[in-house]
Each structure stands twice: as C-alpha cells, then as structure tokens.
C-alpha cells in the first residue's frame, strides 16, 4: 500500500515554544491531508482537514490558531503546536487519501508530543 | 453524521478464532476499514473493503460486510499473542474526502 511518513516520531518541548510536525506521501500525491489526536487509551479525534493550496479546515473546537497547518505542496502538510502546554501532549496523526490507487486512506506513524 | 461503534473488549485464547464487530451509521461510506494499533505505536492498515463487496479474505483476516444492516465485521484465524493490540474500524464520513470516522476501539487479549 501507499505509504505516509511523519518527522519527527516523537518530541519533547518546553511549556511556551512551538513544536512543528511533517506529514509527507511518499509515493503519492494528496491533494487533502488529515491530522488526528489521540489521548491515551482513546479513539482518534479529527482535528483539522488540510488542503493543498488553501486554507485548513478545522473541527469545532479546535483552536486555528494554536494549531497552525500549512499544505505547501502535494506530498507535504505540517502541523504547528503554538506556545505548547502540557495538556497539549498527545499523539499526533495524520493520513493522506490515495486517489490514484484504490483510494483508501493511509496514516502516518505519528508523533507523540510531551510537553513539559 | 456518521457514528461508528464497536464493544471494548475481547478476549480469546491462542489458536481460536477472534471475531471483531463494528457498526456505522452512513450508508453512503465508499470504504470501510480496519486498523490496529499496538502499544505506543501509531495506526497499521490491516485491511479494507469497498463498499460493493460482501467479504474479503487476506491470509488470516477475512472481512464481511452487510450493507443491510451496516455492520462490519473482522475475524481473525488462527490468534497469536502478536495479534493482542487494539483494533479500530473506520468508515469515510458522508462526504468521501478521506475523512474518517473512528469506532472507540475493541482491545483484543490473546490469551497463551
């Protein structure tokens, strides 16, 4: 199958500065990428849609501004945590649509942020 | 919107079969998946079904799916303590972008 990589695979940061995560198809190009949350022992929970070009799409609830996400080009969406908390630790994820497959939906490996 | 659900738990012991249960709520859901994720580790794509299929067979994983009465199912032959993990099911939400729609995950204890 297709295939969806993250940068980094885990980081920990200070209260206050900002941590930026790479999400990339690799062999692929995804016009619309997704970025997820997940709490420990919890489901994934959408948080933002981004699209290739234009501006992210976000779940309610999610603060655009906190979580800044930029779809530079077909095969590239980062996620930035702004001024990072601790509650802000979790494991990101994000996953990529292969339309010129099949057209099922791949997901990265995620990146576990601690915030200290 | 769509809603999918799945039980909590299951347990099994080696060599059995296990047999995960989903429902969802669109009907119109192009895909259905089934992801695992082990402990610390991100989401693997185990399998996945278009929706004009009734089952899918991929070594020791078959999946069947009954538009009917949205339900989606995951059996597992032959259950190894390496397939112990959580098992998430997934449908596209109704506007087929690539969004997914997540169950709460069904916990699979493989017992020796």
């Known amino acids: 199958g297709a295939v969806v990589s993250q940068h980094p695979s885990w980081v920990i940061c200070k209260s206050g500065t900002s941590v930026k995560i790479e999400c990339r198809s690799l062999d692929f190009q995804a016009t619309t990428m997704f970025w997820y949350r997940q709490f420990p022992k919890q489901s994934l929970m959408l948080m933002a849609t981004?699209?290739?070009?234009?501006?992210?799409?976000?779940e309610q609830g999610v603060e655009k501004d906190k979580f800044l996400i930029n779809h530079a080009s077909l095969t590239l969406s980062t996620l930035t945590v702004t001024s990072a908390h601790p509650e802000d630790s979790s494991f990101y994820i994000c996953s990529a649509r292969d339309l010129g497959g099949e057209g099922a939906t791949f997901f990265g490996p995620g990146t576990r942020l601690t915030v200290l | 919107g769509e809603d999918v659900e799945q039980s909590p738990f299951l347990s099994v012991r080696e060599g059995d079969s296990s047999v995960i249960n989903c429902t969802y709520t669109d009907s119109s859901s192009t895909y259905l998946y089934w992801y695992k994720q082990e402990p610390g580790a991100g989401l693997q794509l185990l399998t996945y079904i278009f929706s004009n299929m009734d089952m899918k067979q991929d070594q020791r994983l078959t999946v069947l799916l009954n538009k009917k009465d949205k339900h989606l199912s995951l059996r597992i032959a032959d259950t190894q303590t390496g397939d112990s993990a959580i098992y998430f099911c997934a449908a596209h939400g109704s506007s087929n972008t690539g969004k997914l729609i997540f169950g709460q995950g069904t916990t699979l204890q493989v017992k020796p």
């Open positions: 981004s699209n290739e070009g234009s501006k992210a799409t976000y």
